[in-house]
Structures are given as C-alpha cells and as structure tokens.
C-alpha cells in the first residue's frame, strides 16, 4: 500500500510485485524510518 502515496516515509517497504506483497528479510518490520520527512512526534510519554 506503500506505493500509492506520494510522500515516502520509511525505506525497506515491501513493494507491490505481481499484485502481491512480500515480507522483508531485514531485521524487525524491515523498514528504516524517515524521521526528517515524519517531523517531530505528536505525542511523547516519559
């Protein structure tokens, strides 16, 4: 679903091949947050 937005917001997303989505092999979710496009977070809890 990532490939129908404009603005990218993470790397490592799983792209649409064939109609389907594929898991990635990284570690975690497999993505790297682009915290310079996200902006400061909305909400912190300490």
Request: hydrophobic letters at 35%; charged letters at 20%.
């Amino acid at each position: 679903f990532n490939s129908y937005v404009t603005v990218s917001t993470a790397d490592g997303a799983p792209q649409r091949q064939d109609g389907r989505l594929a898991a990635s092999t990284a570690p975690g979710l497999g993505i790297e947050p682009k915290f310079d496009v996200l902006g400061d977070p909305v909400f912190e809890i300490s």
